[in-house]
């Protein structure tokens, strides 16, 4: 079984950073690619980025693309999105990802654990 615990949220002016941390435990981290993901209120949730295993390839939606970093610690087991630029339009709970999957990373079906979510709430 794998658990994965998220921290980082909160409430942030526009134009303002946060770190999200996703720490994972239960199984070898490195044989997991991980992503975030994000769900606003009525809305889907939606793909954010992902990084590989090795932490070699990096994978963007565009509405973050330039303004939000994904990066991984396999010594620590944990992920991280540094998120930069922020706007009231990324307001929503984050979550954190694991998949066994190296392809079609963005789609949440590849996924098979979850965190239980951050929010990030960004004033305007």
């Known amino acids: 079984q794998v658990q994965l615990v998220e921290s980082g949220g909160g409430l942030v002016q526009a134009g303002g950073s946060l770190r999200l941390s996703c720490a994972v435990s239960?199984?070898?981290?490195?044989?997991?690619?991980m992503g975030w993901f994000r769900q606003a209120p009525g809305k889907e949730r939606e793909f954010v980025a992902a990084?590989?295993?090795?932490?070699?390839?990096?994978y963007y939606a565009s509405p973050v693309k330039g303004r939000f970093t994904i990066s991984r610690d396999n010594a620590k087991s944990t992920v991280f999105l540094q998120m930069n630029s922020l706007k009231p339009e990324d307001t929503s709970v984050y979550y954190c990802?694991?998949?066994?999957?190296?392809?079609?990373?963005?789609?949440?079906?590849?996924?098979?654990?979850w965190g239980q979510g951050t929010q990030v709430t960004v004033s305007s």
């Open positions: 990084i590989s295993r090795t932490g070699g390839s990096e």
């Open positions: 239960g199984r070898t981290f490195s044989m997991y690619t």
């Open positions: 990802a694991a998949s066994e999957f190296t392809y079609n990373i963005n789609s949440r079906i590849r996924y098979g654990y």
